[in-house]
Each structure stands twice: as structure tokens, then as C-alpha cells.
């Protein structure tokens, strides 16, 4: 399987209960390589671009409100098929139906507050991680 990276952010509910560490070890226990990662205040702007494709879910506005509602830690990911190996390290989006291990299932608090994000394609990912690094930033 191809090298491939991936774009991760620690949400503002996880950084508020001050365990982006733990989420950090499960990403590195998986195999996973955190090969950028910075901590942000994310603009309403920033978020509403970046979750422009649900603009018109009705939840948008909570979600925006709750991505700048407190500092996030963007990612680069990269590994064997991280983009796939990372969504299987979050879990289900709700974490009702998160698998044992993974991070929402020990981590979130509900599908809102659900503590981690990882783009769901190849062409999002490098979208996501052309918004928020340049390329030197990254380093693999
Ligand atoms: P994420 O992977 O960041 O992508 C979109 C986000 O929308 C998702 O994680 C959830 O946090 C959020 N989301 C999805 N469904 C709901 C919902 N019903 N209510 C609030 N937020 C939601």
C-alpha cells in the first residue's frame, strides 16, 4: 500500500479536557507518523471553509460555533494508507457506535463533541492540509 498523508484535527472538546496526548499516543500506536502539527484559534471563517460541504446540514452553525468555541491542534498524518487506517483509529463519527480502541470510543463525548477529525479522501485530504500548512511545515 502506498505512502499516502492525511489531515487531522484534535477538536476543541478534547484540548478542553487536556488529552490531545492520549489522542496523539493512539494515532502513534497505530502506526500513524505526526509529521506536522500546530495548535490554533480557529476563525469562524476558517471553519465555515472548511466545512463548507455541510453548509447547508442543519447542523452547520453548531458545528462551526463549537470548532472555534476553544484552540484545536491541526495534523499531518502519514503512513501506509492513512487515510483509510486513520479513519478506522477514529471510529464511527457518533461514538455510540465507535469500536473498542479507537478514539472516539475512548475519547469523544458525543457525535458533536466527537474529538477528532480525518479527511474521508485523497483529494480532501490535500485540500484540508493546503488550508491550514504550507509545504515546509511538513516534515516527514
Ligand atoms: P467530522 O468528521 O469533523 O465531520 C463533520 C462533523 O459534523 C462530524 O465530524 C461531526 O462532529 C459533526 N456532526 C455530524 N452529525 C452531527 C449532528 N447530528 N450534530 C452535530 N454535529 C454533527
Known amino acids: 500500500m502506498a505512502i499516502e498523508r492525511t ?5 476543541p472538546d478534547a484540548t478542553q479536557r ?8 493512539l494515532i502513534e500506536g497505530a502506526g500513524l507518523r505526526i509529521v506536522a502539527q500546530k495548535r490554533i484559534q480557529m476563525t469562524k471563517a476558517q471553519a465555515e471553509t472548511f466545512y ?9 452553525g453548531e458545528l462551526v460555533d463549537f470548532m472555534i468555541s476553544a484552540p484545536v491542534i491541526v495534523q499531518v498524518l502519514e503512513g ?13 463519527t457518533n461514538p455510540a457506535n465507535a469500536a473498542p480502541g ?7 463525548l458525543s ?12 483529494e480532501t485530504a490535500a485540500i484540508e492540509i493546503a488550508q491550514f500548512f504550507s509545504g515546509n511545515e511538513i516534515v516527514g
Do not use: L, Q, W
Open 102 to 108: 479507537t478514539i472516539r470510543k475512548e475519547c469523544a
Open 52 to 60: 463548507s460541504v455541510h453548509k447547508e446540514r442543519p447542523f452547520f
Open 7 to 11: 489531515f487531522s484535527i484534535i477538536k
Open 80 to 92: 501506509e494508507g492513512a487515510i483509510a487506517r486513520y479513519r478506522e483509529v477514529m471510529g464511527a
Open 111 to 122: 457525535v458533536g463533541e466527537n474529538s477528532v477529525h480525518g479527511s474521508d479522501a485523497a
Open 18 to 25: 487536556n488529552i490531545t496526548g492520549k489522542v496523539n499516543a
